[in-house]
């Protein structure tokens, strides 16, 4: 995995293609991303960067919006101009229809230019950075107009990858057909299926922290492990997302990928290498080491719920149901916990509690590694709060860190046990913004590093975890709990662990 290992190498020179330039997504992430990799150094001073898009356009209106976009990303001061001239030189727009054969013998001709006159030797990245239903169609058209040949087993004059996000299917049988639809166009090797939560630094970071370090991973199992908790906790709402969220939902939206792609990352095995495959495949071991949940069970595991009216910040906030785009009766889940177990020497009889939701009292995602109590209490004057067991915490957002909690005398003649913590920061211990994610994920693209990507396997895994989740809830006929807006959500979350005698812990 030498991209978490050395970040300095530039990538190789390229021309990238952003579908969808004008769009949203490629506003707030991709465009300034790649503008702090130019900035940085980490492009090829050959590459280029071609944007189609719908929207009809011209190279110096996306340059215009590209350096918009650039100065927004940028604090004032940071904007670097002499970085932007370099950029916006090679900065280069197609308008065209996703539909249209034309469109890509357009695009094909203008790509075949710049490998003459930028020195590219062939190499081409495509970002889809488009709704999900528009991807199966943009690769049958790349591939008839030969702007993604496919590998015969020779050794490639040139390298071609497409990057695509989430979601990657809505139910089993939906992601199975969409990689029988990309493998008809790509070999396994050239697609790059993006979580941007694998990016992030903390995440990367619990490989380094469980496998380079000699104290953590002999704790690492069901002898010293009571449980695991994951949260992905958000206080906003879904904002103008209500046609998306209606077909979607917690569960689709965040467990099918985020939350079980950390668990995996935290339940996986020691790798042999690490190179992408290798990691992928422990990651994969994980996924279908999870105990299926037969649907008649699905009620004893799992909790969902949906956001009522209430107060966030200080400030009143409609309930989902009034959320525009929203049916005045959905019953789509914003909430959504749940108990998983593993079934595999490592983990037996350990669960895994794993929740996430909209308008909660924190934005904040956390792993918890709560560890087993003392065998004997040997403090029998003190209580069992006095006494509690330890906790590592490692937090994802918004502060990037980890933190280890233990018992230690508090001062004074009398013998008084109190939790004490250990915490390392990012920004403190580095002195230095952590990378964001997509600028890390552009780059290992670009260098061919797949180990933060997701493959075709880990998909149709995770959807075989979730797919009898889906089944019940889909016949459920008892309403949908409530929880009021600015909350940890609904009650029944806190007694799916309380039945276990345990309980959540809730982020500051």
């Known amino acids: 995995m030498d991209a978490m290992i050395e970040r300095q190498a530039p990538g190789e020179a390229c021309a990238i293609v952003i579908f969808g330039s004008t769009g949203d997504l490629a506003r707030r992430k991709l465009l300034p991303a790649l503008f702090a990799l130019e900035r940085g150094r980490r492009l090829d001073e050959k590459s280029v960067l071609v944007g189609f898009s719908r929207t009809e356009t011209t190279s110096e209106a996306l340059r215009a919006r590209m350096r918009e976009a650039a100065t927004e990303a940028c604090r004032p001061a940071a904007f670097d101009a002499a970085a932007w001239d370099r950029f916006a030189r090679d900065l280069h727009a197609v308008p065209g229809e996703y539909t249209d054969p034309a469109s890509y013998a357009r695009l094909k001709a203008e790509l075949d230019r710049l490998d003459r006159t930028a020195g590219i030797p062939g190499n081409r990245l495509f970002y ?19 702007l993604v040949p496919r590998h015969t087993g020779r050794v490639p004059r040139a390298w071609t990858r497409v990057i695509f996000e989430k979601p990657f299917g809505h139910d089993l049988a939906s992601a199975l057909a969409l990689n029988d639809e990309v493998s008809q166009v790509l070999t396994e090797d050239q697609v790059y299926r993006i979580d941007h939560y694998l990016g992030k630094e903390t995440v990367q970071n619990i490989i380094v ?18 449980h695991v908790q994951i949260t992905v906790a958000e206080s906003i709402g879904i904002g103008s997302r209500g046609r998306f969220y209606e077909e979607a939902g917690a569960l689709r939206d965040i467990v099918q990928n985020h939350l079980l792609q950390l668990l995996a990352l935290v339940a996986m095995e020691p790798p042999v290498a690490l190179d992408a ?16 949940v ?31 785009g929203v049916a005045p009766d959905s019953v789509m889940e914003t909430y959504v916990a749940l108990k998983l177990l593993i079934d595999n020497w490592r983990w037996g009889g350990v669960p895994f509690y794993l929740r996430t ?14 560890f087993t109590r003392i065998p004997h209490l040997l ?23 980890i933190t280890l909690s233990f018992g230690a005398k508090a001062p004074g003649p009398d013998l008084a046990i109190r939790p004490v913590t250990m915490d390392f920061s990012y920004a403190k211990s ?7 994610a997509y600028e890390r994920l552009l780059l290992d693209a670009i260098r061919g590093d797949a180990s933060l990507f997701i493959r075709a396997d880990g998909v149709r895994a995770t959807w075989s975890v979730v797919q009898p989740v889906l089944d019940a809830w889909r016949d459920e006929k008892t309403p949908i709990p409530g929880y009021p807006a600015g909350s940890w959500g609904p009650p029944e979350a806190d007694a799916l662990l309380a039945r276990d005698g345990r309980r959540w812990r809730n982020p500051a």
């Not at 495959?277 to 299926?292: L, Q």
């Open 277 to 292: 495959d290798t990691i992928r495949d422990e990651k994969v071991k994980v996924f279908r080491a999870i105990r299926p």
């Open 294 to 324: 037969p649907c008649e069970e699905v009620g004893q595991c799992m909790v969902r719920g949906q956001y009522a009216a209430g107060t966030v910040d200080g400030q009143p906030v409609p309930g989902y149901r009034g959320e525009p």
């Open 209 to 226: 922290f469980r496998f380079g370090n000699g104290i953590f991973e002999p704790l690492w199992n069901h002898k010293y492990v009571d």
């Open 357 to 370: 939701g909209k308008r909660l009292a924190a934005h904040s995602t956390e792993i918890v590694i709560r």
């Open 430 to 436: 580095f002195g230095v913004e952590s990378t964001p």
């Open 128 to 146: 889809l950075a488009v709704p999900p239903d528009a991807v199966p169609e943009i690769l049958r058209r790349l591939g008839d107009a030969g």
């Open 379 to 401: 403090f029998r004057g003190l209580s069992e709060e006095q006494q509690r067991p330890n906790e590592l915490v490692l937090h994802l957002q918004p502060d990037e860190g």
